[in-house]
């Protein structure tokens, strides 16, 4: 048995184990605190101790790169203030039970906290403590808890617009299916993290008041039970509680502003490569700024009555800092002066290459937002799928691979841009008719403009004809050749188009016998034309071609039906026959 490798799987396990422990026993140890009187020296190793985990928080927040990089931020402030208030509680029962006895009651360190600040004189050490009270409520505290809510409220606003940016990314291959998963489970961790400190702000609020209070507290009540339990002078009771106050209220205090300050450090951290320091004094460090500063202090410190010596000093330590500063900066030059075959390397490692020329999509698909769920692996989208299969079969009939479809949204494209059913039907208009569908983009286009106008497939199949006429021309005249119609008389096409107005307007329909007679003239000058090697294409007004298309489909198969809109202007026509109007109406 390899008894070293069961060994580090045991002192891992053990590691493990003691690490999820530590919450629960410090939750443990907090409540202990509070119910169980502790004696001075455990004081003492608690209250340096939790000066200790300040000071930590308040290292890890400056060094960190970025707020997320220390997340648990939140959580362990809780858990500070909550260890801090225990602490409050413990030496506030042990110095109103054992205050009378000394000021060593309370442990070595309240002692010598409010020793040194009262130095004697109670007045000036409540004042030193009021002041260190503002500062932590109404600067530090305040502003921090500020920064928290705004930070919050605009991230949270923002995670819309940068779940789009990621998908957007995703279908246009900038980020694979794990980094865009990477980078959602990221925007998501931030939403929660300043949500966490907006309320966590309040817990350093909250502390800032609770400490005052107990202040008023244990003044009040030490005073009380000094002169009424213990028979003690005012002067005596002042001088054991109010110092073993001061002091309490110090050594929970100092540790209470060190948790704004990190607490503010973190709410104000702006994401960088480099940590805080390092960024502080990199834009801090201004050569012309520190110049003229450095030169305003020297001549403040030349001026009759001013402090000379400390304003020459320091202006020559900022003339200094910005000399430095000034070398550090051009650091770079004199590196390329001194080794020549260095920066000529780097200046051809700097040339040009395809890769600095920006590729463009070959085909691209841009919908809008309303379409996303479509694109959206994660809403059940199949449109990728779909695309990839077309992808390949194309691929296959034609030959030659594909080029990739990058898919994008566009927030200027409405969500209502037509039904899906709306645009089949209009393509199979076009189909039915001989007209090639192969300019989906031109087609889609004018269905996107007339969409607003109209809902009706046959309108809308109206309209976009007139853009593919080039496109028609080509299916019916060798480039360059003009275009043989045939049109009808001027009467009866006016005569057509009155009636189709009224059979909108009333109801009415066409004559039978007109339409039979048309139908007849149409099919004989028709046989007559491919007789001659001829296309029969009639040519009619727009309002008129819609029926007039259908009417001959099956009877006149082989007659394709223009509007005048849809001949493009540089195409020549030429009328070979023209249908009359009077034997159709007499007959």
């Not at 930590?56 to 997340?71: A, E, H």
């Not at 960024?279 to 700024?289: I, P, R």
């Not at 004199?334 to 260095?342: K, N, S, T």
């Not at 809403?379 to 077309?390: T, W």
């Amino acid at each position: 048995m390899n008894f070293s490798l069961l060994s580090n799987y045991w002192s891992q396990l053990n590691v493990k184990h003691l690490t999820s422990m530590l919450i629960p026993m410090l939750v443990l140890m907090v409540i202990v605190m509070m119910v169980v009187p502790l004696p001075a020296f455990m004081l003492d190793v608690f209250f340096t101790l939790n000066i200790a985990l300040a000071l930590i928080i308040v290292m890890i927040s400056i060094n960190t790169l970025r707020p997320l990089d220390f997340s648990s931020f939140p959580t362990v402030l809780l858990f500070a203030t909550l260890l801090r208030l225990a602490l409050n509680v413990a030496s506030t029962r042990v110095v109103l039970v054992d205050g009378h006895t000394g000021t060593d009651a309370a442990g070595q360190v309240i002692k010598s906290f409010g020793e040194f600040v009262i130095g004697g004189n109670y007045l000036v050490g409540i004042i030193v403590f009021a002041i260190l009270m503002i500062i932590n409520f109404l600067v530090v505290t305040k502003g921090a808890g500020r920064v928290s809510e705004v930070s919050a409220r605009f991230t949270l606003d923002a995670m819309p617009g940068k779940q789009m940016a990621i998908d957007a990314d995703l279908n246009a291959g900038v980020l694979s299916q794990e980094e865009a998963r990477e980078r959602r489970q990221e925007v998501t961790s931030e939403a929660d993290f300043y949500g966490s400190m907006d309320g966590a702000s309040k817990f350093v609020k909250g502390d800032a008041i609770a400490g005052f209070l107990i202040l008023l507290i244990n003044i009040i009540g030490g005073l009380a039970i000094g002169m009424g339990n213990h028979d003690l002078t005012f002067s005596d009771a002042a001088q054991v509680y109010v110092l073993l106050t001061i002091g309490d209220g110090l050594v929970a205090q100092i540790p209470s502003l060190l948790l704004a300050t990190a607490t503010a450090i973190i709410v104000t951290r702006v994401s960088s490569s480099n940590d805080m320091s390092t960024q502080v004094v990199g834009q801090l460090g201004s050569t012309q700024a520190l110049m003229i500063v450095a030169g305003i202090l020297i001549l403040l410190g030349l001026i009759p009555g001013m402090p000379t010596f400390v304003f020459l000093l320091l202006g020559a330590g900022i003339a200094g800092l910005a000399y430095w500063s000034h070398r550090h900066a051009r650091m770079p030059d004199v590196v390329e002066e001194l080794d020549p075959e260095q920066v000529e390397a780097e200046q051809e490692a700097k040339d040009l290459s395809w890769d600095d020329i920006p590729q463009l999509d070959l085909i691209g698909l841009e919908v809008g937002y309303a379409l996303i769920p479509l694109v959206d692996k994660a809403q059940g989208g199949v449109l990728m799928q779909r695309i990839k299969g077309v992808r390949k079969k194309l691929s296959h009939e034609l030959g030659f691979l594909v080029q990739s479809v990058h898919i994008r949204d566009n927030l200027d494209l409405g969500p209502n841009q037509l039904s899906v059913g709306v645009v089949a039907k209009v393509l199979q208009n076009l189909l039915a008719e001989g007209v090639a569908v192969r300019d989906i983009r031109g087609i889609v286009e004018i269905l996107a403009e007339q969409a607003s106008r109209s809902q009706d497939p046959d309108v809308l199949t109206a309209a976009v004809r007139p853009a593919l006429g080039r496109m028609i021309m080509q299916q019916l005249t060798p480039v360059g050749q003009d275009l043989n119609v045939m049109t009808l008389d001027a009467g009866l096409e006016q005569h057509l188009h009155t009636v189709l107005q009224q059979s909108k307007e009333h109801g009415l329909a066409i004559e039978p016998n007109l339409a039979e007679q048309l139908l007849a003239n149409l099919q004989d000058t028709s046989e007559k034309l491919v007789e001659q090697g001829i296309q029969p294409v009639l040519v009619v007004s727009p309002g008129v071609r819609p029926w007039l298309a259908k009417m001959v489909k099956h009877r006149v198969p082989g007659l394709v039906v223009l509007g005048y809109n849809e001949i493009p202007d540089e195409q020549g026509v030429q009328v070979v026959s023209t249908i009359e109007q009077q034997p159709l109406i007499d007959g």
